[in-house]
């Protein structure tokens, strides 16, 4: 599956944003889907999962309450709604697909390239 991300930009803080990452090749419907972020010099961090079904969600600390993820299916698309952003949630934000509903990076098979994501105080 090819993973194509989208919606970054440049926000005040406060402000909302939302990432779409539209999928292509196989059966979209049987992927966990998930999103990570790493900023300039720190380690990427596993932000938010939805599982296959849409039934289970995850998110880490960091962005619990601020951040949402959903996922269309007919539309072969994850989103991630991000409000309230803050200074510290400037990254480049990459989607993922996996077998495994999991809450690591490590447990994802495919990656889209990165989308800009800068707030600004």
């Known amino acids: 599956v090819q993973l194509q991300a989208s919606g970054g930009g440049l926000v005040q803080a406060g402000a909302a944003l939302r990432l779409s990452c539209a999928a292509s090749?196989?059966?979209?419907?049987?992927?966990?889907l998930g999103w990570s972020r790493q900023a300039p010099g720190k380690e990427r961090e596993f932000v938010a999962a939805?599982?296959?079904?849409?039934?289970?969600?995850y998110y880490a600390d960091s962005v619990k309450g601020r951040f949402t993820i959903s996922r269309g299916n007919a539309k072969n698309t994850v989103y991630l709604q991000m409000n309230s952003l803050k200074p510290e949630d400037t990254a480049v934000y990459y989607c993922?697909?996996?077998?495994?509903?999991?809450?690591?990076?490590?447990?994802?098979?495919?990656w889209g390239q990165g989308t800009q994501v800068t707030v600004s105080s």
């Open positions: 939805i599982s296959w079904s849409g039934g289970s969600t």
């Open positions: 993922a697909a996996g077998y495994t509903y999991g809450v690591t990076s490590n447990e994802y098979d495919y």
């Open positions: 090749g196989r059966t979209f419907s049987n992927y966990n």
